[in-house]
């Protein structure tokens, strides 16, 4: 088996990564791909559309092995929930959807 991750005992995955540099948060970038829009209601003011959300981050709590350089290198349904992952709540939605893991969800490693 060729693991991406290397698992170390101390990792807390519920605890966020800490802040790389001088920063005093992790950044974490994120591209929202629209796919579709759909109803637009201006008496409302509403809009329903479809969207892909990447996420990136430096998890630098692990290490990582076998990562193809300038590649997407995909992780097991194990390996994803063994990382702390962003959780994403969108308010200003009619439910307030949060972000979910479910067989949709792609993660992967990108080697610097």
Known sequence: ECRLIEEDK??????????VGKKDKLVIEMIADIA???DI???????????????NW?????????????A??????EEIDYLWIPKLTFYNTEDR???????WTIIS???E
């Open 10 to 19: 101390s990792y807390q995955k519920f605890l966020t990564p800490p802040p």
């Open 36 to 38: 579709s829009i759909g």
């Open 41 to 55: 209601n201006e008496i409302e003011s509403t809009i329903d559309f479809q969207f892909t959300l990447n996420m």
């Open 58 to 70: 430096l998890e630098s709590r692990l290490k990582f092995a076998n990562l193809i350089a300038n």
């Open 72 to 77: 997407s290198n995909p992780l097991t349904p």
């Open 97 to 103: 959807l949060k972000t979910v893991l479910d067989q």
């Open 109 to 111: 490693i990108q080697r």
